[in-house]
């Protein structure tokens, strides 16, 4: 049998200000929320946490290793030796748009270990 909301909100009524408290921080842990952020962002907040399922990797810096993050961009993105460079020296710049979080982390690891700075966005 489904309890509805008229129920638990008459439930919540009879609770007292300790007992709802208590309410509120098992909510919070159990559903890894915060009460208060969700009260002061409002509906918003509540559409943008939605799991993102896309993601970007940005090349912030090349780093020390400039012709080993060169190689890697190369081989990432198939762009020409001077495309690659020309994106290498302008940093920061996307690598990789709306790629799976599996895909992001092996970018983003492939271009840390050749020397670079790279962040997912």
């Known amino acids: 049998m489904a309890i509805t909301k008229e129920e638990i909100l008459d439930a919540v009524a009879g609770l007292t200000v300790m007992e709802l408290n208590d309410l509120v921080k098992a909510f919070e ?4 929320v915060s009460a208060a952020a969700v009260a002061v962002a409002g509906p918003a907040a509540a559409a943008a946490v ?6 970007d990797v940005v090349l912030t810096a090349a780093g020390d290793q400039k012709v080993n993050v060169i190689k890697v961009v190369r081989a990432l993105t198939g ?3 001077k495309e ?18 599996a ?13 670079a700075k790279a962040e997912i966005k």
Do not use: I
């Open 79 to 81: 762009l020409g030796l």
């Open 103 to 115: 895909e992001a982390d092996d970018v983003l690891k492939q271009l840390t270990d050749a020397g």
């Open 84 to 101: 690659a460079k020309d994106m290498v020296d302008g940093a920061p710049k996307t690598v990789k748009e709306a790629v799976s979080k």
């Open 50 to 55: 939605e799991e993102k399922t896309e993601f």
């Open 29 to 32: 842990e159990k559903f890894g």
